[in-house]
C-alpha cells in the first residue's frame, strides 16, 4: 500500500488564531506518537499569521483513517469550532 502525505491548511478567524495555533499544537506530540505516523509538522504562513499548514506522512491511507477517528483530533474538533473560517485538505498517495 503507498505511502499516504497530507497537506492541511487552516484558516483561522482573526479573532481566534492564537486559540487555533494552541488547539493545533497540542496534536503534535499525541499525532506523532500514533502507528504509522512518519512526519507530522506544522507551519505557520509568514504573511498570513491566520493561515496554518500541516504536512502529514502516514505509512497507509488505514493509518491516516484511524489517525482522523483519534480521541485527540475529535477533542480538536470541538475546541477550535466556531474559532476556524476554512479547512482545505489535500490526501495524496506517495510516487516512488
Not at 492564537?18 to 506530540?29: A, C, F, G, N
Not at 509568514?46 to 499548514?53: E, G, K, Q, V
Not at 506522512?57 to 477533542?75: G, I
Amino acid at each position: 500500500m503507498p505511502e499516504t502525505t497530507i497537506v492541511a491548511h487552516v484558516f483561522a478567524k482573526t479573532d481566534h488564531v492564537d486559540h487555533v495555533k494552541s488547539e493545533l499544537e497540542r496534536l503534535i506530540p499525541l499525532t506523532r506518537n500514533e502507528p504509522g505516523c512518519l512526519q507530522y509538522e506544522l507551519h505557520r504562513d509568514r504573511a498570513d499569521p491566520s493561515h496554518f499548514l500541516f504536512y502529514e506522512r502516514w505509512e497507509s491511507p488505514a493509518h491516516l483513517q484511524v489517525h482522523m477517528k483519534s480521541d485527540h483530533v475529535k477533542a480538536y474538533l470541538q475546541a477550535a469550532e466556531g474559532a476556524v473560517r476554512e479547512v482545505l485538505l489535500y490526501e495524496t498517495d506517495g510516487i516512488h
